[in-house]
């Protein structure tokens, strides 16, 4: 069984980077033709894509965080990782990772979310 | 990017009656050439990450009740929950992945009457 956790601060100063890390269990984050995305909720509002990666290193981004968000792998640690720089209150949310089946675009693994508050 | 909006946004059904959300999308989430519609639906209890139900518009993930079923193509879809459960009880969202970013609607939330 697969398991994602998500991991990092839960409280980020204005302007600062958010950064996060996705632990994946129960399988290696290299096989199959998965993609690992990352996805967050505010509070009391909907969910909102942030972007997806391969294992190959191909990622793609929502185009209205792209110019702040990073998206990267260690497969030798089985994790993927989220930066969002220039962090604003707006960024307050429950972040997840979650597991894209075959880059087609739908998750059926997610991390239970971890809350980020940027507040200074 | 795609909007999706679901309707209504919040719905209270009796236990064992049948609860129908529906979900549009600003434009069409399939390929004429595959015959498939790019969409999911999304069960989110509190406290808990979302629960993949259904994707391709009508196939149910493996181990989810056969209560739930989805149907519709182009832009009109439906989630229904044949016969509501207690631990139906959560907020339902729709996501199209024909095109990124990937889209979710606002959310349902269902609700025991």
């Known amino acids: 069984q697969v398991q994602l956790q998500e991991s990092g601060p839960g409280l980020v100063k204005p302007s600062q980077t958010l950064s996060l890390t996705c632990t994946v269990s129960?399988?290696?984050?290299?096989?199959?033709?998965?993609?690992w995305s990352w996805i967050r909720q505010p509070a009391g509002k909907g969910l909102e894509w942030i972007g997806h990666?391969?294992?190959?290193?191909?990622?793609n981004y929502n185009p209205s965080l792209k110019s702040r968000v990073t998206i990267s792998v260690d497969t030798s640690k089985n994790q993927f990782s989220l930066k969002l720089s220039s962090v604003t209150a707006a960024d307050t949310a429950v972040y997840y990772c979650?597991?894209?089946?075959?880059?087609?675009?739908?998750?059926?693994?997610w991390g239970r979310g971890t809350l980020v508050t940027v507040s200074s | 990017d795609f909007v999706m909006t679901q309707s209504p946004d919040s719905l209270a059904v009796s236990p064992g009656e049948r609860a129908t959300i529906n979900c549009k999308s600003s434009?069409?989430?399939?390929?004429?050439?595959?015959?498939?519609?790019?969409l999911a639906w999304y069960q989110h209890k509190p406290g808990q990450p979302p629960k993949l139900l259904i994707y391709?518009?009508?196939t149910r993930e493996s181990g989810v009740p056969d209560r739930f079923s989805g149907s519709g193509s182009g832009t009109d879809f439906t989630l229904t929950i044949s016969s509501l459960q207690a631990e139906d009880v959560a907020v339902y969202y729709c996501?199209?992945?024909?095109?990124?970013?990937?889209?979710f609607g606002q959310g349902t939330k269902v609700e025991i009457k």
């Open positions: 996501q199209q992945y024909y095109n990124t970013p990937w889209t």
């Open positions: 979650a597991r894209d089946r075959s880059g087609g675009g739908y998750n059926d693994y």
């Open positions: 391709w518009a009508s």
């Open positions: 434009q069409k989430v399939s390929y004429s050439s595959n015959n498939k519609n790019y």
């Open positions: 990666l391969y294992t190959s290193g191909n990622t």
């Open positions: 129960g399988g290696s984050i290299s096989s199959g033709s998965y993609y």
